[in-house]
């Protein structure tokens, strides 16, 4: 079994900052890539930063120089660094891991976690 766990929303003003964390736990062999997809209320998933295993990062153009994605591979965790957040940041945040497991390539979702954006 595979878990994502992710930590870190909650409630933060115009222009503040906030820091996701996902840990990934369970029998897996490695980690492909993880990525971090947000969800606002009546909008589809979108995706918002991705990094690979081999450290390649790439950003919704709507988050560039603003947000961080980075990892910690003996943690089997990566983390989304916010910054200058507005209000249309505001979402659900999910992790999502592509790995590969004993079975083969399976990819998982975090349960998510809410960031609002708001004075």
């Not at 990062?57 to 957040?85: C, E, H, P, W």
Request: hydrophobic letters at 35%; a neutral charge.
């Amino acid at each position: 079994q595979v878990q994502l766990v992710e930590s870190g929303g909650g409630l933060v003003q115009p222009g503040g900052s906030l820091r996701l964390s996902c840990a990934a736990s369970g029998s897996f062999r490695s980690i492909n890539a993880m990525a971090w997809y947000r969800q606002a209320p009546g909008k589809e998933r979108e995706p918002v930063a991705i990094i690979t295993s081999g450290g390649s990062t790439n950003y919704a153009d709507s988050v560039k120089g603003r947000f961080t994605i980075s990892r910690d591979g003996a943690k089997n965790t990566v983390y989304l660094q916010m910054t200058s957040l507005n209000p249309e940041d505001t979402a659900v945040y999910y992790c999502h891991a592509d790995l590969l497991t004993f079975i083969g390539r399976q990819d998982y979702w975090g349960q998510g976690t809410q960031v609002t954006v708001s004075s």
